[in-house]
């Protein structure tokens, strides 16, 4: 299992949240109401980071152990490790939702017969696209 990771900048404000950001993953920020809170958000918002960088054939920064007296002066610093084959294969396997267009009479019907159409629409496409058993998330 794959785990990077990388130290978190949580700056306190004075209504007792946090923003976070990671030196190391320019553009990776969130917020927490509180440091709990934060701790979960930097995991969060670093895993998203992490897999859309992949999802762009991007280069996956190596995470630094030193950071700039700038980052760390009244701030507080946490390592937040991240799991990115496992954030992967949550977002990989999400269900989302797609609209669909059907003939009223044909949706009148498939109603009447309590018919899951995200069941029947999954696995008419894995028929259709041909994919293999081992090839299913």
Known sequence: MQKL????????????????????LPGCISVGDNLEEAAHMAEEAASLHVYSMECDNEEIPVPSVNLS???????????????????????????????ITL???LKKIAEEQKVNYSRLLEAALIDYLQIPMSGKQ
Do not use: C, H, Q
Not at 5 to 24: H, K, M, N, Q, R
Not at 73 to 89: A, C, K, Q, V
């Open 69 to 99: 007296k700038e980052d760390t002066e009244g701030n507080i610093i946490m390592p937040i490790t991240i799991r990115p084959d496992l954030f992967r294969m949550k977002k990989d396997n999400e269900r989302i939702k797609t609209n």
């Open 103 to 105: 003939p009223a009479w």
């Open 5 to 24: 990771t990388y130290l978190a900048v949580f700056e306190p404000s004075t209504d007792g949240s946090y923003s976070i950001y990671f030196p190391d």
